[in-house]
């Protein structure tokens, strides 16, 4: 049972195109993780989100978090063939066990 | 190279066999998780260790799944009995360098179950 729900669930763009991927939660999180996975390879960290409200920007990546803590979204500017892969968010709860939501599949065409 | 080796990468057993995968994480005295991923979903929390401690094991785990971490260093997950609904990647991860709230995964261990 994913307690962290991802829409959508595949998206599919042309490169060049702006896309954004969301992730909410009933629980409130001590904070929010977004990583990205490639076929064959463990998930990677890409921004840890811990304040609500808060806006974190990595290159053409943006990441906000939610003012009560229980949403967050992914925004990428100008895709790349690159960005394509399975992109997950992640609570860190009060015990520090870490729960992923079921992704979302972003492919970048050329 | 995450500092998280996985072995074997690959396992194809028949159905009712017994299966261990191992995790070697870089550095011990930190925590260490186990997820299984299914194609196209997230990874499905299992279970962690703080040092050779299992501090939490998930209930959605049946008693054919058991893992420990002896010496708090590397870490094994047996699956007995296996059944073709265990078919999935098995996916070690640690905390710890860079920060204790950053996983870092290893590449998996992939199961089928024929």
């Not at chain 1, 979204?73 to 992109?87: E, P, R």
């Not at chain 2, 930190?30 to 499905?44: A, F, I, S």
């Not at chain 2, 360098?97 to 179950?113: D, E, I, M, Q």
Request: proline fraction near 4%; charged fraction near 20%; aromatic fraction near 10%.
């Amino acid at each position: 049972t994913q307690l962290l729900e991802q829409s959508p669930q595949f998206l599919s763009i042309q490169e060049g195109e702006n896309l954004t991927v969301y992730c909410n939660s009933s629980s409130v999180f001590s904070s929010l993780q977004w990583y990205r996975q490639e076929p064959g390879e463990g998930p990677v960290l890409l921004v840890t989100v811990v304040t609500g409200g808060e806006v974190k920007k990595l290159k053409r990546l943006t990441f906000q978090f939610g003012d009560a803590r229980k949403d967050s979204s992914l925004h990428i500017t100008a895709a790349q063939t690159g960005d394509t892969g399975l992109y997950l968010c992640a609570g860190i709860d009060s015990w520090g066990k870490f729960q992923f939501g079921a992704g979302t599949q972003v492919v970048v065409t050329p | 190279d995450t500092g998280v080796s996985q072995n074997p990468r690959h396992k194809i057993t028949k159905r009712g066999q017994n299966v261990t995968f191992r995790c070697d994480p870089i550095s011990e005295h930190n925590r260490l998780y186990w997820y299984r991923q299914t194609l196209g979903q997230g990874p499905e929390f299992l279970t962690y260790f703080q040092n050779e401690a299992q501090l939490e094991k998930s209930r959605l785990l049946s008693d054919r799944f058991s893992a420990e971490r002896p010496k708090g260093s590397f870490s094994t997950l047996e699956i007995q009995r296996t059944e073709q609904g265990d078919s999935a990647m098995y996916l070690c991860a640690r905390t710890g360098n860079p920060g204790a709230n950053v996983l870092t995964f290893g590449a998996g261990s992939r199961l089928t179950v024929l």
